[in-house]
């Protein structure tokens, strides 16, 4: 969730950055790494919701990801090691398989050395400034074959949490490793889906894909990360934690030595908030609202898939970062009595439909995402608070709008189409709007249907605008095309 509004009073905080010690050098990671992928799917029933367990059977040829993390005692440097089977799902040949790495524009450095492709060392080449990694394949890569590509690569974490809102930065004690590995992006109609992102919003668009992620840290830090831990293992001053994660968009991890983490049950799935002792007060009130929004969301759309949902307190420059099966909250927020706590909570919760569970384009198409999690946090409120909640929370949609002079500006543009401040009040509060105005054009109960099997119908997948219009028509048998020219289309 980029938030704007309040980006100029974050910017007035006092910052203190945290110096790096020196990088350790030795690096266990040959002790690490498991030599093969698994040979099924079935390990990752665990942290997968029991209803959705034969959508493993279903997503057979998505990558799988076998990741090593050593993290130096220093907390901003980080030693990896990564192989990535990766099956051409396409109906052509691929000459090359695109990875981007996300740390060479977050103020930080990846480096990728050691490179081959089914054992065979490959040289590899480089655009977009360094955060576009181009694997050229000996031979086309035919659909439905597969190849297994292996890489070292090391990260130096930035110390600040300038680009990028911070997603991935050690600072106040706090690392945060978000879209920390190379990542395989969609390939679709427009080929491999690759450029420089916005700093106004979310970087990545990805395909549903498995992790088998080992982390070595130093043993005093506790960690976060998405999916389950399935083992822990301590070596003197070091400790080694696996998690698996599956079937997830994004791999996030998080560490810090102060983390304390509160837990709460409900409706089948362990929430947890890792932060810091004096953020307990919020921490527990964000957990008992996380619940709230599950049981709403459950109802409307469909079962959360995962039996565990986390939440870590970061220096984010945003309110709020949705991952997978993970949610990170700004720091300065974590006051019970600060208003942004429930709204932003809620928000991200929602993420975990609307852009995980369905998938979209977050840098062409924000607002299938964005908008619609701005909406669904309106009808948390109503559910939860009746006709006066939803009026208030309608109103700091509506005034996100007017903060840009409610200006007509299409919904349905990508991110770099927007200034920050167009942003903020086109995507999150427009686009807010549109669906209210969508439900009233539809009727409630033809609406109701629509997101509940526009979710259904796209879980596990990727969403387009052009799927919500049809499936908005074949709901209520009506001509939408007028209400999303004035809305949504450029």
Known sequence: ????????????????????????????????????????????????????????????????????????????????????????TENIALNEVNFRLFSNLFSGEMTVKNLTVNGNAVNPSYSLNNSLLIVPLASPLQPGETASIRMDFKITVPTSVDLNYGVQAYYNDVLALGHAYPMIPVYDDEEWNVEIPSQSGDVIYADMSFFIVTVDAPKEVTLVGSGVEVSR????????????????????????????????????????????????????????????????????????????????????????????????????????????????????????????????????????????????????????????????????????????????????????AYTNVEYSGIVYGRGALFFIALRDEMGQESFDALLRNYTQDNAWDIATPQKLHSTAEAECSCDLTPLFNEWIYP
């Open 1 to 88: 969730m980029k938030k704007f509004l309040l980006l100029t009073f974050i910017a007035l905080l006092s910052i203190t950055s945290c110096l790096p010690a020196d990088p350790q050098t030795d690096s266990p990671l040959e002790a690490l790494l498991p030599t093969t992928p698994p040979a099924d799917l079935s390990q990752f029933k665990n942290g997968l919701a029991e209803e959705y367990h034969p959508i493993l059977d279903e997503l057979t040829h998505a990558s799988i990801y076998v990741i090593n993390y050593v993290i130096a005692d220093d907390l901003s440097h980080v030693d990896s090691r990564q192989t990535v089977t990766y099956t051409n």
């Open 233 to 416: 293992q301590d070596n003197g001053n070091r400790q080694q934690v696996r998690f698996e994660a599956g079937p997830v968009r994004d791999f996030y991890l998080a560490a810090s030595p102060q983390f304390n983490v509160y837990v709460k049950e409900s409706n089948g799935v362990t929430l947890r908030f890792f932060t810091k002792e004096e953020y307990r007060k919020g921490a527990e009130l964000a957990l008992e609202k996380a619940a709230d929004a599950i049981e709403v969301f459950n109802e409307r759309y469909a079962t959360y898939p995962y039996t565990e949902l986390d939440f870590v307190s970061t220096p984010t420059m945003a309110l709020g970062i949705e991952y997978p099966g993970v949610i990170a909250i700004t720091e300065w927020i974590m006051d019970p009595q600060v208003d942004y706590l429930e709204a932003t909570t809620v928000h991200e919760v929602a993420h975990q439909w609307f852009y995980n569970l369905v998938g979209n384009d977050q840098l062409d198409d924000p607002w299938l995402d964005e908008s619609l999690a701005q909406f669904a946090t309106l009808q948390y409120y109503s559910d939860l608070y009746g006709e006066l909640g939803m009026q208030l929370y309608r109103r700091d949609i509506k005034g996100r709008w007017a903060y840009v002079g409610n200006k007509e500006m299409p919904v349905g543009l990508p991110v770099s």
